[in-house]
Nanobody, 118 residues
Framework: VQLVESGGGLVQAGGSLRLSCAAS????????MGWFRQAPGKEREFVAS????????YSSDSVRSRFTISRDNAKSTVYLQIDTLKPEDTAVYYC????????????WGQGTLVTVSS
């Protein structure tokens, strides 16, 4: 599956963004989808994931109250709604796909940059 993220940009602290990740290729519903981010000088970290039918989501403790993951299987797209942005949310955000029972994410997008100004 090929993944293309969009929706990043420069935003002031306190603002909101919705990132999108469009998938093409193999059947989208076969994939658990996830969002990760990598801040400057830091390792990539997990942000959130969503099950294949969208019925189950999981997010890291640090973002749970502000980030919401969702998906539209008819559009083969996964979203990440980010509210109350903070400067420390500045990072490149990547979506990733995990196929059926695979135990690792093996398809990645190119990333979209989110910059939050204080």
């Amino acid at each position: 599956v090929q993944l293309v993220e969009s929706g990043g940009g420069l935003v002031q602290a306190g603002g909101s963004l919705r990132l999108s990740c469009a998938a093409s290729g193999r059947s989208f519903i076969s994939y658990t989808m996830g969002w990760f981010r990598q801040a400057p000088g830091k390792e990539r970290e997990f942000v959130a994931s969503i099950s294949r039918n969208g019925g189950s989501t999981y997010s890291s403790d640090s973002v749970r109250s502000r980030f919401t993951i969702s998906r539209d299987n008819a559009k083969s797209t996964v979203y990440l709604q980010i509210d109350t942005l903070k400067p420390e949310d500045t990072a490149v955000y990547y979506c990733a796909a995990r196929y059926l029972a695979d135990n690792r994410y093996n398809s990645w997008g190119q990333g979209t940059l989110v910059t939050v100004s204080s």
